[in-house]
């Protein structure tokens, strides 16, 4: 799912509208989306999220179609293999919680980790290489709905800018909440690859820690709360996936393609079928209509 777009290093989603970009163009910078999942081996939902994810992408849907043409996906669904083969809640074989240890990881202790850490850092490096977007998948055991943890900086305007992808992501999904999502740089959380990778990775990227509920959601204007389904968290992939869409602005090259395709959450599902199943300390202000994760107990052991 690799294509390449001009190397424009002014460009910004708002200036990208109708824009038709030469992405086979030889030299071409590849922007890059890195996501990550199941560091903490008792997560589950991380992985049925994920699926939804590389199922989406590797569809014929015609948004993926135009997301593969427009951005590289580098995927690492499991980064704590060992710790699920033998059911660890958290830890690797040798008891590491890997999402503490991203600012130095051992090749021999936290192989997984450093092989990962080695290649963004790969990316980082090659100049024909943007890497834009950093997602860390998790399950939450007390919160509610899906929600985002993201960073804290100094630049006002990287700082907002951060804010854009949850902003739109809550839009496209009906269990995910904005008002639970939240930015800090908590010193307890400085090895985890969401405050690595957004010290080390320059202005234009984001990174985020992306939490689903281990139950439940509520949608926004209702007070019942839903259970989630293996179902229901592969959808929360799917629109993880389609809000780079929204984010790049890159509707009209679906339209080009002239296969009716739904824009709004609630209309019917698009004529793409996924395959049977296989085997906060400082927030934004809560957004008109948003869904309130009205179970959030801030236990730091819980917290990704
Ligand atoms: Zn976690």
């Not at 998948?137 to 509610?144: D, L, Q, V, W, Y």
């Not at 080009?256 to 599902?269: G, Q």
Request: aromatic share 12%.
């Amino acid at each position: 799912m690799n294509t390449r777009v001009v190397k424009d290093k002014s460009w910004r989603p708002s200036q990208a509208a109708g824009e038709q970009r030469d992405n086979l163009r030889e030299g071409a910078e590849q922007k890059v989306v890195f996501i990550t999942g199941r560091v903490h081996p008792g997560e589950t939902p991380s992985s049925f999220v994920c699926q939804g994810i590389i199922d989406f992408l590797i569809s014929q849907h015609p948004i993926a179609r135009v997301l593969r043409e427009h951005l590289v996906f580098k995927i690492a669904p499991m980064l704590n293999p060992d710790g699920v083969y033998l059911g660890n809640y958290r830890c690797s074989l040798m008891g590491f919680d890997l999402n503490r240890h991203w600012l130095d990881p051992s090749p021999w202790a936290h192989p997984t980790l450093y092989g990962v850490k080695q290649l963004i850092i790969q990316m980082y490096n090659d100049p024909k290489t943007s890497l834009e977007f950093y997602i860390d998948i998790h399950a939450h055991s007390t919160m509610m709905n899906g929600f985002m943890y993201g960073n804290v900086f100094e630049d006002e305007e990287r700082f907002q800018r951060q804010a854009i992808f949850p902003k739109l992501l809550c839009q496209n999904a009906e269990d995910f909440s904005y008002s639970s999502t939240s930015f800090n740089r908590d010193a307890v959380k400085a090895g985890t690859g969401r405050r690595f990778l957004g010290g080390l990775l320059d202005h234009t990227s984001s990174c985020y820690t992306l939490e689903v509920s281990f139950y439940s959601y509520i949608s926004g204007g209702t007070t019942a709360a839903v259970p989630y389904t293996e179902e229901a968290y592969m959808k929360l992939g799917r629109n993880v996936a389609r809000t780079f869409l929204d984010y790049y602005r890159l509707d009209p090259m679906v339209e080009k393609m002239a296969i009716p395709m739904p824009r709004l959450r609630k209309e019917r599902p698009p004529p793409y079928k996924y395959p049977l199943r296989r085997g906060p300390t400082s927030s934004y202000p809560i957004s008109k209509g948003d869904k309130k994760s009205s179970v959030n107990h801030k236990d730091p052991s819980n917290s990704f």
